[in-house]
């Protein structure tokens, strides 16, 4: 065999003509670099993309009014430690002369606060109002709670607090005056207070009566 051809076999193949010029000779490098590569479009991608949409089903407004009167804390003592309940007195009105009273039990509050809510809409009753106060006094009892529940002049505003005020503001009263004069617990001032708003009688309805 000559020196010839021997030189040509020994002599490495020529590189490809349509390969870059600036190409790296590091195929390892060339892999990694691709890897980089492919990160950056991913990122710039996620950029350029619109945001995620929000599947949560958002709740409807609803058209009560709900107020969270009271919650009550229940432990008891167990083997392995203690077990809270709670329990939630919530009201709930339209502002226009319906309200209502609804008492929710649960292990968490936000159970207890919903089973309360849920009730107090379905235990709705209408009462009589004049514009934004009562016809007239009244005294509500209901267990050891006694209200005493009185008409004010314009701009008064509620004269009220706790359950009272929960209770005349869901239904729609404004200018109120207000005195518990019983007892200190939150069911029984709200039941108080609803037993006087169903003594109220409209002036048509006590023309009625004593015809």
């Known amino acids: 065999m000559s020196e010839e051809t021997n030189n040509a076999a020994a002599s490495p193949a020529p ?12 195929q390892g490098g ?12 991913g990122q710039g991608g996620g950029q350029g993309r ?4 929000d599947n949560r089903n958002e709740a409807a ?12 804390r229940c432990s008891k003592v167990v083997k ?7 329990a939630a007195l919530v009201v709930a009105g339209d502002g226009k002369g319906r309200v209502g009273v609804g008492y929710g039990k649960a292990k968490e509050v936000p159970d207890a606060i919903r089973k309360g809510t849920d009730r107090a809409h379905r235990a709705l009753a209408t009462y009589n109002l004049r514009n934004n106060t009562i016809p007239h006094e009244v005294i509500g009892r209901a267990d050891g709670g006694v209200v005493m529940l009185r ?22 009263l404004k200018d109120v005056l207000s005195k518990s004069m019983g007892s200190n617990n939150p069911q029984a001032i709200v039941k108080a ?3 006087g708003l169903s003594q109220l009688r409209t002036l048509a309805q006590i023309k009625t009566l004593r015809s």
């Open 50 to 53: 619109p945001p995620r949409r």
């Open 151 to 172: 008409p004010a002049a314009p701009g008064t505003g509620l004269i009220a607090g706790g359950g009272v005020r929960a209770v005349l503001e869901v239904v729609g």
């Open 61 to 72: 407004a609803s058209e009560f009014n709900d107020k969270v009167v009271h919650v009550n």
């Open 30 to 41: 060339d892999r990694r670099g691709q890897g980089n590569r492919r990160g950056q479009g």
């Open 80 to 86: 392995g430690g203690r077990r809270f309940n709670f």
């Open 15 to 26: 590189a490809p003509t349509n390969a870059p010029a600036n190409a790296p000779a590091n």
């Open 193 to 195: 207070t609803l037993d």
